[in-house]
């Protein structure tokens, strides 16, 4: 009986201790360091969770440790929805008892996590979520790649100074906060330098019959469509547009910095430009060239975006941790949002408010290939 209360006396005391802590620890010391993942591996977007996936283990392999500790990484699949995403956040917090979330990858999962990193004050670094809104007001969320609006005015720059474009349609994804809010910032920036938007046009995540969006946009005869949806849709809709008889060239974000657009869109999609965060003929610092041969030995086959930027959310993780010398959550999370001029595989990175200042690259599909075009800084 004595030994039973004294347990429970034990328990109640290590349940104040964490909870006064943050709820990432029920122990005061540890030779690990928790980081809960949550990446797509299943689902509408899944290429991009097994690209970042990927990434992110040679990154653990080039650094795999932080203050002498073993770094432990826990994926949770969130496939692509944003109820799973808050579940896989909820799960890795109060389950796994993690000391940071790397993820999730899109926009939208970002979003419905948020809430439950802020109230837990677990810090969370999305490597490719892009929408403005989700470090605007926060405390505990960071991102490895460039936002919408910085995106949106690259594009629109180059549609009209590089493409010639005076006319643009655009083709959004309603269901998607990233592809609503890149079109957004693309038309504001190409009304700004002249262009017009003739049409609109809106699709849905998983959809693959675009007849009726496409018949609605070949009356507008734009000179150019701005797509910025998710790899599979941009490859079906571009098949589905040539055949239908539009031949202008389609223009989208990093959504589409993926080799399932080319298996899936094939000859329809060269030409194809789209604006992203990495391309291997960019990378000028020695972590990433580093990066790049532990990549392609292990994987026989050049880094693409969601695997460079995975690599650089883990990468500025561990600089942090360090920066930090804690694990404490809140620790780490100050020095995470002090990242300045940090020498990453997607280039220099600074974090102002969460938001990382950092170069846009443009690349194109030429003869099923991704094509660097150019760099363009902040």
């Given at each position: 009986m004595k030994r039973l209360l004294f347990k429970t006396v034990l328990f109640a005391l290590v349940t104040i201790f964490a909870i006064g802590y943050g709820v990432s620890k029920t122990y005061a010391a540890s030779n690990t360091i928790k980081v809960g993942v949550v990446y797509s591996m299943t689902g509408p977007v899944a290429s991009?969770?097994?690209?970042?996936?990927?990434?992110?283990?040679?990154?653990?392999?080039?650094?795999?440790?932080?203050?002498?500790?073993?770094?432990?990484?826990?994926?949770?699949?969130?496939?692509?929805?944003?109820?799973?995403?808050?579940?896989?956040?909820?799960?890795?917090?109060?389950?796994?008892?993690?000391?940071?979330?790397?993820?999730?990858?899109?926009?939208g999962n970002v979003m419905s996590a948020t809430p439950i990193v802020e109230k837990a004050k677990i810090p969370l670094i999305t490597p490719t979520g892009t929408n403005p809104l989700l470090t605007e007001g926060k405390n505990f969320i960071s991102r490895a790649c460039f936002i919408d609006p910085f995106q949106g005015k690259v594009a629109a720059i180059y549609a009209v100074k590089d493409l010639h474009a005076k006319?643009?349609?655009?083709?959004?994804?309603?269901?998607?906060?990233?592809?609503?809010?890149?079109?957004?910032?693309?038309?504001?920036?190409?009304?700004?330098?002249?262009?017009?938007?003739?049409?609109?046009?809106?699709?849905?995540?998983g959809e693959s019959n675009f007849s009726a969006q496409i018949a609605s946009l070949k009356p507008a005869n734009p000179q150019i469509i701005y797509m910025p949806c998710y790899y599979q849709e941009i490859a079906l809709f571009a098949r589905q547009a040539r055949e239908f008889g539009l031949k202008q060239p389609i223009l989208a974000g990093d959504g589409a910095a993926e080799a399932a657009l080319i298996k899936v869109g094939g000859a329809a999609v060269n030409g194809l430009t789209f604006t992203t965060g990495f391309a291997p003929e960019a990378i000028k610092t020695p972590l990433g060239k580093k990066f790049e041969q532990a990549y392609q030995a292990k994987y026989h086959k050049l880094p693409d975006n969601f695997a460079a930027l995975s690599a650089d959310a883990y990468?500025?993780?561990?600089?942090?941790?360090?920066?930090?010398?804690?694990?404490?959550?809140?620790?780490?999370?100050?020095?995470?949002?002090?990242?300045?001029?940090?020498?990453?595989?997607?280039?220099?990175?600074?974090?102002?408010?969460?938001?990382?200042?950092?170069?846009?690259?443009?690349?194109?599909?030429?003869?099923?290939?991704?094509?660097?075009?150019?760099t363009i800084n902040p």
């Amino acid at each position: 009986m004595k030994r039973l209360l004294f347990k429970t006396v034990l328990f109640a005391l290590v349940t104040i201790f964490a909870i006064g802590y943050g709820v990432s620890k029920t122990y005061a010391a540890s030779n690990t360091i928790k980081v809960g993942v949550v990446y797509s591996m299943t689902g509408p977007v899944a290429s991009f969770g097994q690209s970042a996936w990927q990434g992110l283990q040679v990154a653990k392999e080039i650094m795999p440790t932080a203050l002498g500790k073993k770094i432990d990484l826990i994926l949770v699949d969130d496939q692509g929805d944003k109820v799973q995403a808050a579940n896989a956040v909820n799960k890795l917090i109060y389950d796994n008892k993690v000391d940071v979330i790397i993820g999730p990858l899109i926009s939208g999962n970002v979003m419905s996590a948020t809430p439950i990193v802020e109230k837990a004050k677990i810090p969370l670094i999305t490597p490719t979520g892009t929408n403005p809104l989700l470090t605007e007001g926060k405390n505990f969320i960071s991102r490895a790649c460039f936002i919408d609006p910085f995106q949106g005015k690259v594009a629109a720059i180059y549609a009209v100074k590089d493409l010639h474009a005076k006319t643009a349609a655009l083709v959004i994804d309603s269901a998607q906060d990233y592809s609503v809010g890149l079109a957004k910032f693309f038309e504001e920036n190409f009304k700004k330098l002249g262009g017009r938007i003739v049409a609109k046009t809106f699709i849905q995540t998983g959809e693959s019959n675009f007849s009726a969006q496409i018949a609605s946009l070949k009356p507008a005869n734009p000179q150019i469509i701005y797509m910025p949806c998710y790899y599979q849709e941009i490859a079906l809709f571009a098949r589905q547009a040539r055949e239908f008889g539009l031949k202008q060239p389609i223009l989208a974000g990093d959504g589409a910095a993926e080799a399932a657009l080319i298996k899936v869109g094939g000859a329809a999609v060269n030409g194809l430009t789209f604006t992203t965060g990495f391309a291997p003929e960019a990378i000028k610092t020695p972590l990433g060239k580093k990066f790049e041969q532990a990549y392609q030995a292990k994987y026989h086959k050049l880094p693409d975006n969601f695997a460079a930027l995975s690599a650089d959310a883990y990468f500025m993780l561990v600089n942090a941790i360090d920066r930090a010398k804690s694990d404490n959550p809140i620790k780490i999370n100050t020095a995470l949002r002090a990242t300045k001029n940090f020498q990453g595989v997607t280039g220099n990175i600074t974090l102002v408010k969460g938001d990382a200042i950092k170069p846009a690259v443009i690349e194109k599909v030429e003869n099923g290939k991704f094509v660097y075009v150019t760099t363009i800084n902040p």
